[in-house]
């Protein structure tokens, strides 16, 4: 019963995140040999402001 807790800034689409919790579950199922109505999912969406690289917020214009 693997549970994978995944959090990444908003803005993905339904699709993408469907996508994405079908290619996990996959890879789980591939790898750790369980059932994939085992794996769970949970994915937390973040503003860019609630997250912060080497003491800068992900809002703020970053330096090219």
């Known amino acids: 019963m693997p549970t994978f807790h995944v959090e990444m ?3 993905r689409t339904v699709e993408q995140k ?3 919790v079908k ?3 996959e890879a789980a199922v591939t ?3 369980c059932s994939p109505e085992s794996v769970d999912i949970i994915m937390t ?3 860019r ?3 912060a690289t080497g003491g800068a917020l992900w809002s ?3 330096p090219e």
């Open 9 to 11: 800034f908003e803005g």
């Open 45 to 47: 969406d973040i503003k």
């Open 49 to 51: 402001e609630n997250w």
């Open 18 to 20: 469907r996508a994405f």
């Open 60 to 62: 703020d214009p970053r």
């Open 23 to 25: 290619a996990v579950t």
């Open 31 to 33: 790898t750790l040999g």
